[in-house]
Structure formats: C-alpha cells, structure tokens
C-alpha cells in the first residue's frame, strides 16, 4: 500500500491559521476522494473535510464550517486544507487517506471508507 504524505502542521494561537497539504501519487484525483481525519488524544479518529476533485463535491463536518476550506491542486497533485479561527479543540493529529471511490457525502466520511494514510501531521493551538 502506497501512504500519502502530509504537512504543514504546527502550533499557533486560538484564532490563527494554518494550511496543510496532502500529496497524492499522479492521477490519484482522477478516480478517487480524499479525506482528511483528525484524532486528538484520547479520542477517536473524527472525520472532517473530503474532497473529489473529479465531480467537484465537496464536504465539511460541522465542527468546523465556515472556518476550514478543502481545495486540490491536480497539477502539483496536492489536497490543501485551509485552517482559519482555530480553536483549542482543533488539536489533534491531522491525517489525510484516499477514499475507495470518487464520490464524497456526508456518508462516506467515516475513516473506513479511506485507505493508504500518511503518518500525519500535529496541529497545536493554545495560548
């Protein structure tokens, strides 16, 4: 299995930003969605954004509407995740996994349905 690759976490105050970046292998937006999860310590992994670039839908958790933005980037084969008013309980480890087929729903983003995670990427927001 083939894992993605993410980056860009760091630690920042309550209400700053931060992008990360998932790397997918070539032709990967082409045929399948991606995920990204986060899991804080002692919880679960939480699913939060995806994407399919190939039907243009794209999904968000309730938790952080209006505040995180999914976007990809097939040319430079990346899944960007923007992260703006961050809150103290957006700390966690961030991972990104590609999903089993194109389509992304509010059904489908359960880590069950993504596959080839990366290691992840730690995002540290407090005072």
């Known amino acids: 299995q083939i894992r993605l690759t993410e980056s860009g976490g760091d630690s920042v105050q309550p209400g700053g930003s931060l992008t990360l970046s998932c790397t997918v292998p070539p032709f990967t937006l082409n045929y399948h969605s991606i995920g990204w999860f986060r899991q804080a310590p002692g919880r679960a992994r939480e699913g939060v954004s995806c994407?399919?670039?190939?039907?243009?839908?794209?999904f968000s958790a309730d938790s952080v509407k209006g505040r995180f933005t999914i976007s990809g980037d097939n040319a430079n084969n990346t899944v960007n995740l923007h992260m703006n008013n961050l809150k103290p309980e957006d700390t966690a480890v961030y991972f990104c996994?590609?999903?089993?087929?194109?389509?992304?729903?509010?059904?489908?983003?359960?880590?069950?349905?993504?596959?080839?995670w990366g290691q992840g990427t730690q995002v540290t927001v407090s005072s």
């Open positions: 994407l399919s670039l190939s039907t243009g839908s794209t």
């Open positions: 996994g590609r999903g089993h087929h194109r389509w992304c729903s509010s059904a489908y983003l359960e880590d069950t349905d993504f596959g080839a």
